[in-house]
């Protein structure tokens, strides 16, 4: 099955592929006029924000998905956690599952059952809730650069590295909501997928960075594999899958980048699936993936954390179900980044008066 990401942005588009994509190009134009008033009136203050007591801490992308985001709100809500900071999460719950959680919010709860999530279309109640009920210190602001009514301290964006040209038209003609010069408003840039390009082209994404946004700290990360998750909280080496037969499947916003990942580690990839991104898995599903495994003795399903936190089960048929565990490891940038954390510590113990004892 090809994804919408795949078939934009595939090299050597057939003619009526090409054809399609100069068409959405000129709905691009329409999409840009739209994304420019709109910011404009929020940067004349026409359009009203809410400024929360607590400070905020925004994980954002330009582009609808895939750009790897949930390792990184990890990594930033570990990093508060560490330091004794009682923070929330805050996202819009696009794709939520009947329990009314999505598969990002299961996936952070089995990584930090002491960091409440709250999932709801009107962020700015969410942030009341936050500080008001639930007495929290610091709020991390989910998929939300373009959530401009909600103000934040830090604004984080991230940009795939592995992103074609194609990908980089707006929408609907590439994957952008908005685009390079909407940087001006971010104080880091995380560039993910760092290792998949060479150091020329990690070089020229920067300067882009810095055309519009010269003081921006250029953080360069990767997604680095850890282990194999089995449900509930089973842990295995990433060497099971060296040389193994692989079925792997996904319902996330880059599914190539997953299935690479595989491919890097040394899996043996005899058929991939791919749904669209926080898909709710049906039974229909889960028979489809019953039959798909019975057809290949032998082979492991594997999956993304995402895929196994909303399937919950430990086999699909007689074939065994794991998921990869990504994490986010930094590789050039971490103490600029903790520098702007670190600021917005330093302004909570200015604000805030609580016996809390932070850790800088």
Same mark, same amino acid.
């Given at each position: 099955?090809? =994804?919408?990401?795949?078939? *934009?942005?595939?090299?050597?588009?057939?003619?009526? +592929?090409? @054809?399609?994509? $100069?068409? @959405?190009?000129?709905?691009?134009?329409? $999409? $840009?006029?739209?994304?420019?008033?709109?910011?404009?009136?929020?940067?004349? !203050?026409?359009?009203?924000?809410?400024?929360?007591?607590?400070?905020?801490?925004?994980?954002?992308?330009?582009?609808?998905?895939?750009?790897?985001?949930?390792?990184?709100?990890?990594?930033?809500?570990?990093?508060?956690?560490?330091?004794?900071?009682?923070?929330?999460?805050? =996202?819009?719950?696009?794709?939520? /599952?009947?329990?009314?959680?999505?598969?990002?919010?299961?996936?952070? &709860?089995?990584?930090?059952?002491?960091?409440?999530?709250?999932?709801?279309?009107?962020?700015?109640?969410?942030?009341?809730? %936050?500080?008001?009920?639930?007495?929290?210190?610091?709020?991390?602001? +989910?998929? !939300?650069?373009?959530?401009?009514?909600?103000?934040?301290?830090?604004?984080?964006? @991230?940009?795939?590295?592995?992103?074609?040209? %194609?990908?980089?038209?707006?929408?609907?003609?590439? *994957?952008?909501?908005?685009?390079? =010069?909407? *940087?001006?408003?971010?104080?880091?840039?995380?560039?993910?997928?760092?290792?998949?390009?060479?150091?020329?082209?990690?070089?020229?994404?920067?300067?882009?960075?810095?055309?519009?946004?010269?003081?921006?700290? #250029?953080?360069?990360?990767?997604?680095?594999?850890?282990?194999?998750?089995?449900?509930?909280?089973?842990?295995?080496?990433?060497?099971?899958?060296?040389?193994?037969?692989? *079925?792997?499947?996904?319902?996330?916003?880059?599914?190539?980048?997953?299935?690479?990942?595989?491919?890097?580690?040394?899996?043996? @990839?005899?058929?991939?699936?791919?749904?669209?991104?926080?898909?709710?898995?049906?039974? &229909?599903?889960?028979?489809?993936?019953?039959?798909?495994?019975?057809?290949?003795?032998?082979?492991? /399903?594997?999956?993304?954390?995402?895929?196994?936190?909303?399937?919950?089960?430990?086999?699909?048929?007689? #074939?065994?179900?794991?998921?990869?565990?990504? &994490?986010?490891?930094?590789?050039?940038?971490?103490?600029?980044?903790?520098?702007?954390?670190?600021?917005?510590?330093?302004?909570?113990?200015?604000?805030? =008066?609580?016996?809390? &004892?932070?850790?800088?």
């Amino acid at each position: 099955m090809t =994804s919408w990401r795949e078939w *934009l942005t595939r090299s050597n588009p057939r003619w009526y +592929d090409r @054809l399609a994509r $100069y068409a @959405l190009r000129c709905a691009s134009l329409l $999409y $840009y006029v739209a994304i420019l008033l709109r910011n404009r009136l929020f940067d004349w !203050g026409w359009n009203k924000t809410f400024r929360s007591p607590l400070p905020i801490v925004s994980v954002g992308n330009l582009s609808v998905g895939g750009t790897g985001k949930s390792p990184v709100v990890a990594w930033i809500a570990r990093w508060l956690r560490q330091r004794n900071l009682r923070v929330a999460i805050l =996202s819009r719950g696009y794709g939520q /599952l009947d329990s009314g959680r999505n598969d990002e919010a299961l996936e952070l &709860e089995l990584k930090f059952p002491d960091v409440p999530h709250l999932q709801h279309w009107d962020r700015i109640a969410s942030a009341q809730l %936050a500080h008001e009920e639930l007495e929290m210190q610091v709020l991390l602001l +989910d998929d !939300g650069f373009q959530h401009r009514r909600l103000a934040r301290d830090l604004d984080i964006v @991230l940009i795939d590295a592995t992103d074609t040209p %194609a990908a980089q038209w707006l929408l609907p003609a590439g *994957l952008r909501r908005e685009p390079m =010069s909407s *940087l001006s408003r971010a104080q880091a840039v995380i560039i993910t997928r760092a290792d998949h390009i060479s150091p020329r082209d990690l070089q020229r994404i920067v300067q882009q960075v810095h055309q519009h946004q010269p003081t921006a700290v #250029c953080v360069h990360a990767i997604h680095r594999p850890v282990s194999l998750w089995g449900y509930p909280d089973q842990h295995w080496s990433l060497d099971i899958v060296v040389g193994a037969k692989i *079925l792997a499947f996904c319902g996330i916003g880059n599914p190539v980048a997953f299935f690479d990942t595989l491919k890097r580690l040394g899996a043996e @990839l005899v058929g991939t699936h791919c749904w669209p991104d926080h898909h709710a898995y049906s039974a &229909e599903d889960v028979q489809w993936l019953r039959d798909w495994a019975s057809q290949h003795t032998g082979a492991k /399903l594997v999956c993304t954390v995402k895929d196994l936190v909303k399937l919950q089960t430990t086999h699909i048929g007689s #074939c065994e179900l794991l998921a990869l565990e990504i &994490e986010l490891e930094i590789i050039s940038g971490q103490s600029e980044l903790e520098q702007l954390l670190r600021a917005l510590i330093n302004q909570l113990k200015l604000h805030q =008066s609580t016996s809390t &004892e932070f850790t800088i």
